[in-house]
């Protein structure tokens, strides 16, 4: 039995996770494991013809506030299509009539003017009124036939009903969906955008998105089938897709959707989207976050150019009206001034006739797609916008030509005619008409060559990305990512081909199990280091695998049963023999355990040469917190309850208080070296050696302060009153970061030892805390600090100001000092934006120090003052614009010292 206790040790882990797995307890953490891999992945391209045509806080500010009138969207499609955009896909549901009839009519057929334009298909039964002629009108007109089998298509739409209604796949199997459930429960049917715009659009489909029960999206539903069609509804991104590359046939197979004889890129060939075990693709996310992936227009510009048009137009008739007035103070005296400007407002006016002629042709499509009074050839277009064209170089050369110079002659010819008042009021007024006209046709003509050049031949996605908007999502790379990027990562998925493709868990546990079993079996006469060293190399085995797996080909296998069973098969493999090999190593544990904290001792029993006096270099980060005036805290405690209660008393909030700290650093992955009084001394790296040691420092100085507030709020009635103010006497720490190379290990005798830091770099940490005070700021970190936490995946994250330099006590060579406002989403606008003010400031102050010999302007100093004294207007409750702008002032009113080096010298501690 000894002799198989590891091979059954194996196989009792693996079947006790397997069958746990499959309750779907670690679906959370296997999507977390996805996300992560996702990550390795290499980035997908991104499709050059995607446009992502925002709603954004722009054209709120420029339109007004949402939701606006519907012919703000028909002016949208008209421009697009004059600047040659190629389809239009709404990420806005249109579901019923607004309160401006005419207004809905020229959206509806804007639609149809612009041509490839798609609306939403809702699959949820909304309890809308429609009629049976209008679904049916849906129906036949927008679903697509296919082939394959019905049910896997249905019972996967049934599974993304419930799980977006309840969060979750449990209880799924209890109700029978062939049945009355399926609407009753998941209220599923069909919810089309109203009959007045769909008519007019090209295609149509379903928005919904899946959403994991973590809350994360991953993956989409391409299909939905329609019982009573017998057809499919296709997603909102397939949809416009299907028409743009033409399959003969869609095929559903229970793993893939076949798009059989597609046309892309000019080829035809076959295109296979794999589909998840419940018949959902998984999405391809870019790596980038939303404001850097893929092309960005925001509505506002196209309304700018639709403003800066009826301008033109107006300021025309202006021009001719006031033309008129100079004509009736002179009778005939302007007549040869009247043609051109009336030749380009009558231009205008019939090309307003010939919209609207042009629009009342758009009344929608029939059944079979044909429109149904003849709608628009390319030859009408041709036309129209060749008008247009014309129209707008008339209006340029019209400017350029000099009329308006002659213009003013003519009146100066009539000066005594008019009289002095009339001349001034007509010249000023002509001068004032011709400058507005001028700009006006500058900016049309800029925006519009401008967006020519992006909108040309894009596949567009109109959508809200306000920061009033609530279609925003979370995906594997951001927390808060607009919906309408979504489908933009839809397309690029199917487009590029560029696919992740999701194989069975169970080849994961397979892997797991014979790596395991091979590994146990070769390692069990080796000794306990090689056992070890094989059994992690197992466990990465089982890691790597699926990484590479979806580095290199995009094949995701779900892991996180793997890793668990080669973890916990290692883990009890390595007790069993343990146990069986009756070797105690609770010895260490029970001698350093007292009075070691938790993490050396795990890394005492890992590695017990640790426990032999000495220490190592290592580069980390050290943290010393101290209480700000607690002398005068301590004074006011005893003046109160007396020394002797007052000892008491102060002890215990002491030990409440620097308690909170310490858990907000030992949180962020921090170890608590010693306290001494009020100070806490700690550092980061060590025992568990961490990369990103620095930027943990940062956060927990940044915890800790978020901790004192808490404490202080909570206590203050258990803290004395200060005589001062009359308000609780708070407590308020100071911090001090630096990060490099400094002494860790146990310190003392072989009776007495003490895990800790040591080093001119762990000096400079206590130091930088006393330099605070001169700067009025609370965490004050060296640049090699702020280098290593601004660095990488943390790069942005955390909100700085940069300080100049410092030369503290005892220490001859200048540091450069960084004072850490927090992380940047935790940070109100204000903050950020005085930080933004400050660093320029700081960074006028400092110019010249690379040259310090050279005289420091003076002008760049008071430059820098009005940076600090803005920044400081902005958020006045910090004293560090402060402590600058009396720097400033004092140099400049006192003079500027001969060297400008930027280096502060402390003069105490």
Same mark, same amino acid.
């Given at each position: 039995m000894k002799k198989f206790a590891g091979l059954i040790t194996v196989a009792l882990i693996t079947v006790f996770w397997t069958l746990i797995s499959l309750t779907g307890v670690f679906s959370k953490f296997e999507n977390r494991l996805y996300d992560l891999f996702l990550g390795l992945k290499k980035a997908p391209q991104e499709a050059p013809e995607l446009l992502l045509v925002e709603i954004d806080n722009f054209a709120i500010d420029e339109i007004g506030p949402w939701p606006w009138k519907r012919d703000i969207y028909g002016n949208t499609l008209l421009r697009m299509k004059e600047l040659g955009a190629s389809q239009a896909v709404f990420d806005i549901e249109f579901l019923s009539p607004s309160n401006f009839p005419e207004l809905d009519e020229y959206f509806a057929q804007s639609l149809q003017f612009f041509g490839n334009s798609y609306l939403t298909i809702n699959t949820s039964e909304l309890e809308i009124p429609y009629t049976d002629v209008e679904l049916n009108y849906v129906r036949n007109r927008f679903l697509f036939n296919f082939e394959g089998n019905k049910d896997i298509i249905e019972e996967g739409n049934h599974k993304s009903h419930y799980e977006a209604k309840f969060n979750t796949l449990r209880g799924y199997d209890k109700y029978d969906w062939s049945g009355d459930d399926a609407k009753n429960i998941l209220a599923e049917g069909m919810s089309p955008a109203m009959n007045q715009f769909i008519s007019r659009a090209k295609g149509a489909g379903f928005t919904n998105v899946i959403v994991d029960a973590d809350g994360i999206r991953r993956r989409v539903e391409l299909l939905s089938y329609d019982n009573a069609s017998g057809k499919i509804t296709a997603q909102l991104i397939l949809a416009p897709l299907l028409s743009k590359i033409q399959p003969e046939k869609i095929i559903r197979t229970k793993n893939k959707i076949i798009l059989k004889n597609a046309i892309i890129d000019g080829k035809t060939r076959t295109l296979e989207i794999p589909l998840d075990e419940y018949g959902r693709m998984v999405i391809n996310w870019t790596h980038n976050n939303y404001g850097k992936a893929y092309r960005h227009e925001s509505v506002m510009f196209l309304h700018q150019m639709d403003k800066a048009e009826n301008n033109i137009y107006l300021l025309l008739k202006e021009i001719l009206s006031t033309l008129e007035d100079v004509?009736?103070?002179?009778?005939?005296?302007?007549?040869?001034?009247?043609?051109?400007? #009336?030749?380009?407002?009558?231009?205008?006016?019939?090309?307003?006739?010939?919209?609207?002629?042009?629009?009342?042709?758009?009344?929608?499509?029939?059944?079979?797609?044909?429109?149904?009074?003849?709608?628009?050839?390319?030859?009408?277009?041709?036309? #129209?916008?060749?008008?247009?064209?014309?129209?707008?170089?008339?209006?340029?050369?019209?400017?350029?030509?000099?009329?308006?110079?002659?213009?003013?002659?003519?009146?100066?010819?009539?000066?005594?005619?008019?009289?002095?008042?009339?001349?001034?009021?007509?010249?000023?007024?002509?001068?004032?008409?011709?400058?507005?006209?001028?700009?006006?046709?500058?900016?049309?003509?800029?925006?519009?060559?401008?967006?020519?050049?992006?909108?040309?031949?894009?596949?567009?996605?109109?959508?809200?990305?306000?920061?009033?908007?609530?279609?925003?999502?979370?995906?594997?790379?951001?927390?808060?990512?607009?919906?309408?990027?979504?489908?933009?990562?839809?397309?690029?998925?199917?487009?590029?081909?560029?696919?992740?493709?999701?194989?069975?868990?169970?080849?994961?546990?397979?892997?797991?199990?014979?790596?395991?079993?091979?590994?146990?079996?070769?390692?069990?006469?080796?000794?306990?280091?090689?056992?070890?060293?094989?059994?992690?190399?197992?466990?990465?085995?089982?890691?790597?695998?699926?990484?590479?797996?979806?580095?290199?080909?995009?094949?995701?296998?779900?892991?996180?049963?793997?890793?668990?069973?080669?973890?916990?098969?290692?883990l009890a493999v390595t007790i069993m023999r343990f146990i069986l090999a009756d070797k105690d190593k609770k010895f260490l544990q029970a001698t350093f355990g007292a009075y070691v904290a938790p993490a050396v001792v795990a890394e005492i029993v890992k590695h017990p040469e640790l426990a032999s006096l000495g220490g190592k270099s290592e580069n980390l980060t050290a943290l010393f917190s101290d209480v700000k005036t607690f002398s005068g805290f301590t004074e006011v405690i005893n003046n109160e309850a007396g020394e002797e209660k007052g000892a008491e008393r102060l002890v215990e909030?002491?030990?409440?208080?620097?308690?909170?700290?310490?858990?907000?650093?030992?949180? $962020?992955?921090?170890?608590?070296?010693?306290?001494?009084?009020?100070?806490?001394?700690?550092?980061?790296?060590?025992?568990?050696?961490?990369?990103?040691?620095?930027?943990?420092?940062?956060?927990?100085?940044?915890?800790?302060?978020?901790?004192?507030?808490?404490?202080?709020?909570?206590?203050?009635?258990?803290?004395?009153?200060?005589?001062?103010?009359?308000?609780?006497?708070?407590?308020?720490?100071?911090?001090?970061?630096?990060t490099g190379n400094m002494v860790v290990g146990n310190m003392g005798t072989e009776k007495k030892l003490n895990y800790t830091i040591m080093g001119?770099?762990?000096?400079?940490?206590?130091?930088?805390?006393?330099?605070?005070?001169?700067?009025?700021?609370?965490?004050? $970190?060296?640049?090699?600090t702020w280098l290593k936490a601004n660095e990488g995946e943390y790069e942005g994250k955390l909100v700085a100001r940069k300080f100049d330099c410092v030369r503290v006590i005892n220490v001859k060579k200048p540091v450069g000092i960084y004072n850490i406002l927090g992380l940047k989403d935790e940070l109100s606008e204000q903050q950020i934006k005085a930080a933004e003010l400050f660093n320029q400031g700081i960074e006028i102050y400092l110019k010249g120090t690379d040259t310090p010999e050279v005289t420091k302007d003076v002008k760049e100093l008071k430059e820098a003052f009005n940076l600090f004294k803005q920044a400081d207007e902005m958020y006045p409750e910090d004293l560090s614009s402060k402590v600058f702008m009396k720097r400033c002032a004092d140099f400049i009113k006192d003079g500027v010292p001969e060297i400008w080096d930027g280096v502060y010298t402390m003069t105490s501690k």
């Open positions: 004509d009736s103070a002179v009778y005939n005296s302007v007549d040869s001034f009247f043609e051109v400007p #009336y030749n380009l407002y009558s231009a205008y006016t019939d090309i307003l006739d010939y919209k609207n002629f042009i629009l009342s042709a758009c009344t929608g499509y029939d059944i079979d797609s044909n429109p149904i009074d003849g709608g628009i050839d390319e030859a009408t277009y041709e036309e #129209y916008f060749a008008l247009r064209e014309n129209y707008f170089r008339d209006v340029a050369e019209f400017i350029i030509t000099g009329y308006d110079d002659k213009l003013q002659e003519k009146l100066f010819e009539l000066r005594d005619s008019l009289g002095e008042d009339k001349y001034e009021e007509f010249a000023g007024t002509f001068g004032e008409l011709f400058d507005i006209l001028k700009n006006e046709s500058e900016m049309y003509d800029s925006l519009f060559n401008e967006k020519k050049n992006i909108y040309k031949d894009s596949f567009c996605i109109i959508g809200h990305t306000a920061s009033s908007s609530t279609d925003l999502g979370t995906t594997p790379f951001e927390r808060s990512y607009p919906n309408v990027g979504t489908h933009a990562n839809v397309y690029n998925t199917i487009i590029n081909q560029d696919f992740v493709k999701q194989i069975s868990w169970f080849w994961g546990i397979i892997i797991s199990f014979i790596l395991l079993v091979v590994t146990v079996e070769l390692t069990k006469k080796k000794r306990v280091l090689i056992q070890n060293l094989a059994g992690v190399a197992a466990i990465l085995i089982v890691v790597a695998i699926p990484a590479i797996a979806m580095r290199v080909g995009g094949l995701y296998i779900p892991s996180f049963t793997a890793i668990l069973i080669s973890f916990t098969g290692y909030i002491l030990n409440d208080y620097l308690g909170v700290l310490s858990d907000a650093i030992m949180d $962020c992955n921090g170890t608590i070296d010693k306290y001494v009084g009020d100070e806490i001394v700690s550092f980061f790296g060590a025992p568990i050696p961490a990369k990103n040691n620095a930027y943990d420092a940062c956060v927990a100085g940044i915890r800790m302060l978020q901790a004192e507030k808490k404490f202080n709020e909570e206590n203050k009635d258990r803290l004395p009153i200060n005589p001062k103010t009359g308000e609780p006497f708070y407590l308020h720490s100071r911090v001090g970061l630096n001119n770099n762990v000096n400079l940490a206590s130091r930088l805390e006393g330099t605070n005070k001169v700067y009025g700021s609370w965490i004050m $970190c060296s640049e090699s």
